[in-house]
C-alpha cells in the first residue's frame, strides 16, 4: 500500500515562473492538507481540502497560490510568479478522516522543495 | 498570539537512558496534542495522540503526558537507541478547526 506521493521532489524555478506540486494521497484517504516548512521553523497550514471541495484556505496567501483537488487525479498546489521567499518545502498530507484526531494522525509525503533563484 | 514552544536546542543523551522532549504552549486550548517524528530530508510520521481528557498515552517504548493546567505536554522515550535521533514535532489541534500548529521541534541525538 504506497503512502502519500509527491512529485516533483525537488523544483528549481526562476522568479516570475510557475510552480506546480502534485500530490497523491494515501489509498482510501480523502482529505488532503498542504504545509509549508521554512529552515529551523514548524509547518505551516496552507490548505485543507476534500475531493472538489476547498474546506479551509485561511492559511494561504491570497495572491499567486491556489490548490485543487479534482475528482480524479493527484491535488494540485500551485505558486504563479514565483519569488525568492517562497523557497521552502512543501509536504502534503493525507487522513481517512475529516481532521486526521483519529489513532493514525495524518500521514505526511517527502516533501517537495522548491528553489526559487 | 496563540505559540507553541520546544527546546530549540539540540539534546544529546547516551544509549539507553531515557530521552524527556517538552512541549509548552500559551493562549491554546487545544483538543488533543499529538507527536510526529521528522528525519532529514523527510516528512513527519505520526507517533501518538493524547485528548485533552487523558492524562498519559503509552505506545511501546514512547510515552506522552498532556497537563492542561501546565499547558504542557512531555514526551519520553524509555531504553533510547541511536535509531531514536531525529526532530520530534508536537502538533495541536482544537475541536472546532480543522488546523494543525505545529512545534519548530526538537532534535534528538542518542549516542552510541
Known amino acids: 500500500n504506497a503512502g502519500v506521493m509527491q512529485n516533483p521532489r525537488h523544483l528549481v524555478r526562476r522568479r516570475g515562473q510557475e510552480a506546480r506540486l502534485r500530490c497523491s494521497p494515501m489509498?482510501?484517504?480523502?482529505?488532503v492538507y498542504w504545509y509549508r516548512q521554512l529552515p529551523e521553523e514548524g509547518l505551516k497550514f496552507m490548505v485543507y481540502?476534500?475531493?472538489?471541495?476547498?474546506?479551509?484556505e485561511s492559511g494561504m496567501p491570497k495572491e499567486r497560490f491556489s490548490a485543487e483537488f479534482p475528482k480524479e487525479g493527484p491535488s494540485i498546489l500551485r505558486i504563479q510568479q514565483v519569488v525568492r521567499g517562497d523557497s521552502a518545502a512543501y509536504f502534503c498530507?493525507?487522513?481517512?478522516?475529516?481532521?486526521?484526531?483519529?489513532?493514525?494522525?495524518?500521514?505526511f509525503g517527502p516533501g517537495t522543495r522548491l528553489t526559487v533563484t | 498570539s496563540q505559540k507553541i514552544e520546544q527546546n530549540s536546542e539540540a539534546l544529546n543523551i547516551q544509549e539507553g537512558k531515557t530521552a524527556t522532549l517538552t512541549c509548552n504552549y500559551t493562549n491554546y486550548s487545544p483538543a488533543y496534542l499529538q507527536w510526529y517524528r521528522q528525519d532529514p530530508g523527510r516528512g513527519p510520521v505520526f507517533l501518538l495522540l493524547?485528548?485533552?481528557?487523558?492524562k498519559e498515552k503509552r505506545k511501546e517504548r514512547l510515552k506522552v503526558t498532556f497537563d492542561t493546567t501546565l499547558k504542557q505536554s512531555l514526551f519520553h522515550i524509555t531504553a533510547s537507541q541511536p535509531a531514536d535521533s531525529a526532530t520530534y514535532l508536537c502538533a495541536l489541534g482544537t475541536s472546532g478547526t480543522y488546523k494543525y500548529i505545529f512545534g519548530t521541534g526538537t532534535r534528538l541525538k542518542v549516542l552510541a
Open positions: 493524547i485528548r485533552e481528557n487523558e
Open positions: 489509498k482510501g484517504h480523502s482529505h
Open positions: 481540502l476534500q475531493k472538489e471541495n476547498i474546506i479551509d
Open positions: 498530507a493525507s487522513s481517512r478522516d475529516s481532521r486526521g484526531e483519529g489513532q493514525l494522525g495524518q500521514y
